[in-house]
């Protein structure tokens, strides 16, 4: 008898794991839809990490990886001696950091109007038009500011001299470069930067926001005590991305923004990159090796920031990402 009930036992256990061995079919369909992105990493994230032997060459194309001569940590010392570069490392930090500051809040603070706004209709035509200019190419979105900017045509010039006032050179003066530079990425990019902290918002328990509004909690001190303690891991893990980020900037977005007449506050590692390899300063025999070092600094530096970043975020009671 007791054998009986122990093999009665034993297949009753074993069926559900033998299900856990199998994959569903739903579950096929979702690691298949990974495939692309997998080839994606694969193909322009690691492939591409061969390159870094560059960095600890004196490259030459003609000959190649395998014939160019080494010359050890030659270019990362010709880094720390080169002023060129460090003006564009300043220039790469300062136009984040102000992105960083001003940037930040913007998307948290619409997150957080956005759910309190009552039609869905009204709702979502506000994040339609918000999030319109994300998808906008830098090089028009950054042509319709040069033009809205402009001394003589530019709308923002004409109330000023309608006010009496006289037209500034917005894009060839350095201190309102840099102005114009975070203003326009705020406003392209909040919106979609938005939508990650509106989807922590929606997934907090409605049943505390009823159960505030009983106690007599008013909309502010709703969000102050209820919204932003709940999405305060959202906002740590976001903050942590953005604080790796600071020495890393797109370059489409400075090129085409950017002109010889403010270079001093303009010229950011990637262009500093293009510059030197591509661009008219590279000459005829651009320095690939020198280039593939200040990437590799560059990369070394937004590591060792996340790395800081994530472990101060551990020590004031928060997750890290790592």
């Known amino acids: ?22 994959i569903k079919r ?29 960095a600890f060459q004196d490259f030459q194309i003609g000959l190649g990886f395998a014939d160019s001569p080494w010359v050890g940590l030659d270019n990362f010392a010709r880094i720390m001696q080169d002023p060129y570069f460090w003006n564009a490392m300043k220039n790469t930090m300062i136009l984040n950091l102000l992105v960083f500051f001003f940037g930040m809040p913007v998307p948290i603070l619409f997150a ?14 506000i994040q339609t038009i918000v999030y319109l200019p994300h998808f906008v190419n830098w090089v028009v979105y950054a042509g319709i500011v040069i033009m809205m900017l402009s001394p003589s045509t530019g709308i923002v010039n004409f109330i000023i001299k309608t006010f009496g006032g006289d037209p500034v050179a917005f894009m060839e003066n350095s201190k309102w470069w840099r102005v ?26 409605q049943e505390m926001y009823e159960a505030a509004k009983i106690d007599g909690a008013s909309r502010a001190q709703r969000m102050r005590y209820l919204t932003l303690p709940s999405i305060a891991p959202t906002i740590n893990i976001m903050l942590i991305l953005q604080i790796g980020k600071i020495v890393t900037i797109g370059f ?33 025999f651009p320095q690939f090796g020198y280039m593939a070092a200040v990437g590799l600094f560059q990369s070394l530096l937004a590591l060792v920031l996340v790395l800081i970043s994530d472990r101060i975020s551990k020590k004031i009671g928060q997750k890290g990402i790592i």
């Open 1 to 22: 008898m007791d054998k009986s009930m122990k093999k009665k036992k034993s297949k009753v256990i074993d069926l559900p794991l033998a299900k856990k061995r199998g």
């Open 112 to 125: 957080l109007l956005l759910n309190e706004v009552a039609g869905p209709k009204f709702k979502k035509a």
């Open 180 to 205: 114009v530079y975070v203003g326009a990425d705020v406003l392209k990019g909040f919106g979609w930067a938005s939508i990650i902290y509106y989807a922590a918002i929606v997934s907090v328990d």
């Open 26 to 54: 739903t579950e096929l369909y979702l690691y298949l839809m990974l495939i692309p992105g997998i080839i994606f990493f694969i193909l322009f994230r690691y492939v591409p990490m061969y390159g870094i032997v560059m």
């Open 252 to 284: 489409d977005q400075v090129w085409t923004m950017s002109n010889n007449m403010v270079l001093d506050v303009s010229e950011v590692i990637s262009t500093y990159i293009y510059r030197r390899t591509l661009g008219p300063q590279a000459g005829l």
